[in-house]
């Protein structure tokens, strides 16, 4: 089945070590998303690729970063997690941006820092 | 004011009954609608879109009001499956688009 696999599913880090969390993706879509959602609330957008173009949302902070070295992967790298980075990390995915087929997410990675 | 605003409940509600969400939105450039899933520490499912004609899905309708800005989920005999937190997503066109999650309506179905 086509679908967007996150891994790891849980990440325990150290406070400042950096860590990355990886998206993959066999739908072939153009669009390839991360959001932050922490307990009891919304998703938040963090950033999104359409295709190879970077576009990132004006208060997510600089120490999230991303990757995107070809269709099928997306990498959310996060450079020194504090203690409030610690969330569920979703990579979703879209046909377009237009979003009219709705999003397919992952299953997640819910990072913890200590 | 939140651009998406939802009740979060949580709505306990015993099984066999009818339950109803509403969702406001508060940009008139919003122009796709849908109801999301998530049950407990899992990711959001896609449940189903919102048409301006309204539509159902076996025991699920959705139904947008555009003048008043607010969308609704109607679930009918709930089953204990059915508890899940949904989420009202919005998508809108100001230039480009972006969509945007509402927090979440909480239910519980209960025997």
């Known amino acids: 089945d086509a679908m967007v696999i996150q891994n790891p599913r849980y990440q325990v880090t150290q406070f400042g070590k950096p860590v990355t969390l990886s998206c993959s993706q066999t739908?072939?879509?153009?669009?390839m998303y991360w959001y932050q959602q922490k307990s009891s609330q919304a998703p938040k957008l963090l950033f999104h690729?359409?295709?190879?173009?970077?576009?990132n949302e004006a208060d997510t902070p600089d120490n999230f970063q991303s990757r995107r070295p070809n269709t099928s992967f997306c990498f959310l790298d996060i450079r020194s997690p504090g203690l409030g980075d610690a969330a569920m990390y979703l990579c979703a995915t879209s046909r377009d941006d237009r979003g009219i087929d709705g999003y397919t997410f992952g299953s997640g990675t819910r990072l913890t820092v200590v | 004011r939140k651009e998406v605003e939802q009740d979060p409940g949580p709505f306990n509600v015993p099984e066999g009954a009818t339950v109803a969400f509403n969702c406001t939105y508060s940009?008139?450039?919003?122009?796709?609608f849908f109801w999301y899933r998530q049950d407990c520490r899992k990711e959001p499912k896609l449940l189903m879109s919102v048409y301006s004609s309204g539509n159902e899905d076996g025991r699920f309708t959705a139904q947008l009001n555009r003048a008043s800005q607010y969308i609704s989920l109607l679930i009918r005999d709930s089953k204990l499956s059915d508890s899940a937190t949904y989420l009202c997503?919005?998508?809108?066109?100001?230039?480009?688009?972006?969509?945007?999650f509402g927090a979440g309506t909480r239910l519980f179905v209960k025997a």
């Open positions: 739908l072939n879509h153009n669009v």
């Open positions: 997503v919005v998508t809108l066109n100001t230039g480009g688009f972006k969509t945007i």
């Open positions: 940009n008139s450039a919003s122009q796709s």
């Open positions: 690729y359409y295709d190879k173009d970077f576009n």
